[in-house]
């Protein structure tokens, strides 16, 4: 007889928590259809890259962006890169100016605020980006602006750099 009582408990207690876990479900879906508007994100004004990072509108929450630190690439950093980085090929303003858009208006933003070019030394930023690029699908010349845009950012001094 205890052991009936107890197993009738249990399974009330298991309906009781299946109930709650489907309300909370439910609320949490509606919520996520509210905000959807709200958090959208804008496209790059500039065609872009596509790529498959996870859209901001599906947290059921609105994300918080600090400011991003925006570092227009120019000619200076093109003739930087090239006397700092002679093995790289194929470096231009135009390839630079790919990856500052990847940055700071495409997939690197898409999950979180833009760090702080600056704030990390190359290494630091390889590891970074071949972590990053994967998780945002990045195809291999989208990472490749990237990476040339951050070390080109990087190869000039009076930007501050270590």
Known sequence: MKRTAQFILFFLLLIF????TKKKTNSTQTT???SQAAVKPSEPASGGFQNAAPSVSNY???MVK???FNYEPTEAHVVAMQSKYPQLDSISLTKLESGHRIYNSGACIKCHAAKDVLAFDELKWAIIIGDMSMRAHLADIEKDALVKYILAIKAIPSNGNK
Not at 17 to 20: L, W
């Open 66 to 68: 600090l400011p991003v």
């Open 32 to 34: 996520t259809n509210q």
């Open 60 to 62: 059921p929450f609105p």
């Open 17 to 20: 928590v299946a109930c709650i």
